[in-house]
């Protein structure tokens, strides 16, 4: 028994919207964490992709005659734009060879939806993007890889894109 779970592999987590961040975050996990045993195949992590759309009520912040009908449309958009987001995960993953994962769409606030999901899943890594907020717009917008280092019951990278040099 206790063999067994020697061989259990690690469960890395990456968080993925439709920032370029969030999938320069997948990359450089795919080629850092994933890709140094070789096809990603062998890897000793299990992958697993999450994306969390918001709730159809939070965009539409009115009521009245129609609202059905709004919400209708933009519940289609956001399962359309999370649809698109997770297709394009699969693909970066198809595309290393990484064939040990899966891809889950959540709903809800970000921040509390992800450490929720390192909970489920029991996840050792959560892997982030930083958008690098300034100040201001931080306070306002909130921090979400702030908010899961403070609160996720695991290890959070939060991967930085390296800004261009022109």
Not at 22 to 30: C, D, R
Not at 56 to 84: Q, W
């Amino acid at each position: 028994m206790a063999e067994s779970s020697s061989l259990k592999k690690k469960v890395v987590m990456v968080g993925v919207d439709t920032s370029n961040e969030s999938f320069y975050s997948l990359e450089w996990t795919m080629e850092n964490l994933l890709a140094p045993t070789g096809s990603g195949k062998d890897s000793p992590y299990k992958l697993i992709l999450v994306h969390v759309k918001i709730p159809p009520l939070s965009v539409l912040r009115f009521s009245g005659p129609g609202i059905s009908d709004s919400l209708n449309l933009v519940e289609a958009d956001l399962k359309k734009t999370a649809t698109n987001i997770t297709n394009k995960a699969k693909e970066l993953c198809e595309e290393k060879s990484i064939s040990d994962y899966e891809v889950e769409i959540l709903e809800g606030d970000a921040r509390t939806t992800l450490c929720e999901a390192v909970e489920k899943h029991h996840v050792d890594i959560l892997v982030m993007g930083a958008h690098a907020y300034g100040t201001l717009k931080r306070t306002f917008l909130g921090s979400v890889s702030d908010y899961c280092a403070h609160h996720a019951h695991c290890s959070v990278l939060i991967v930085k894109k390296p800004k261009s040099k022109h």
